[in-house]
């Protein structure tokens, strides 16, 4: 998992519209990887905190995006802070108000929602910069292992080479979370007695 924050002064957010920022989900591999050297020398600032597979295990995701957050914050120092809310509707006070506190003494202007990559354009620049880098990792995979699909649940093509690597080793593939739920449906799915 990536999680990467993007800095920007005010003046330069107009910039962001130019280049054609938009939430990166809505735009091809091809079109996110062209857009990013143009974001990073634009940027006042960027960081970028990968999460492996061991370390998502070791704790709840929340915790984990909660921790990343922080860093990202705490290495960009901005004076407002817009981000994407990686727990539901009820729960974003409650999350706010645990950032607040590991950001602590440091203190900014914090927006945080839901689908916020849609909403702002720097938020939508940040979530560029971490599927780029995820999508690095994931061809860097692919060096190794051979065709991997996306590493997203619902591919097909990740399902199958889950299925295959199982079959082939009895275990999940060191790149994937042992505690993933989607290779432990699979795993029941196909390999229960």
């Given at each position: 998992?990536?999680?990467?924050?993007?800095?920007?002064?005010?003046?330069?957010?107009?910039?962001?519209?130019?280049?054609?920022?938009?939430?990166?989900?809505?735009?091809?591999?091809?079109?996110?990887?062209?857009?990013?050297?143009?974001?990073?020398?634009?940027?006042?600032?960027?960081?970028?905190?990968?999460?492996?597979?061991?370390?998502?295990?070791?704790?709840?995701?929340?915790?984990?995006?909660?921790?990343?957050?922080?860093?990202?914050?705490?290495?960009?120092?901005?004076?407002a802070v817009y981000a994407d809310a990686p727990v539901g509707p009820r729960a974003i006070?409650?999350?706010?108000?645990?950032?607040?506190?590991?950001?602590?003494?440091?203190?900014?202007?914090?927006v945080l929602e839901n689908r916020a990559d849609v909403r702002f354009p720097?938020?939508?620049?940040?979530?560029?910069?971490?599927?780029?880098?995820?999508?690095?990792?994931?061809?860097?995979?692919?060096?190794?292992?051979?065709?991997?699909?996306?590493?997203?649940?619902?591919?097909?093509?990740?399902?199958?080479?889950?299925?295959?690597?199982?079959?082939?080793?009895?275990?999940?593939?060191?790149?994937?979370?042992?505690?993933?739920?989607?290779?432990?449906?699979?795993?029941?799915?196909?390999?229960?007695?």
């Amino acid at each position: 998992m990536v999680v990467a924050g993007f800095a920007l002064g005010a003046r330069d957010l107009p910039r962001l519209s130019e280049l054609g920022v938009k939430d990166s989900k809505q735009l091809s591999p091809a079109r996110r990887e062209a857009m990013a050297p143009k974001l990073e020398v634009l940027a006042a600032g960027i960081h970028r905190v990968e999460l492996s597979p061991a370390e998502l295990d070791k704790g709840n995701l929340t915790d984990l995006e909660l921790e990343a957050f922080a860093q990202c914050i705490l290495a960009l120092k901005p004076a407002a802070v817009y981000a994407d809310a990686p727990v539901g509707p009820r729960a974003i006070p409650r999350f706010r108000a645990r950032l607040l506190e590991r950001l602590a003494p440091f203190s900014t202007e914090l927006v945080l929602e839901n689908r916020a990559d849609v909403r702002f354009p720097v938020v939508s620049a940040a979530s560029i910069l971490a599927k780029v880098r995820r999508d690095l990792r994931i061809a860097e995979l692919k060096g190794i292992h051979g065709e991997i699909g996306s590493g997203y649940p619902g591919d097909p093509v990740t399902r199958r080479f889950l299925i295959a690597w199982q079959e082939r080793h009895g275990g999940p593939p060191p790149m994937a979370r042992t505690r993933w739920a989607t290779f432990n449906k699979l795993s029941q799915r196909h390999f229960a007695f």
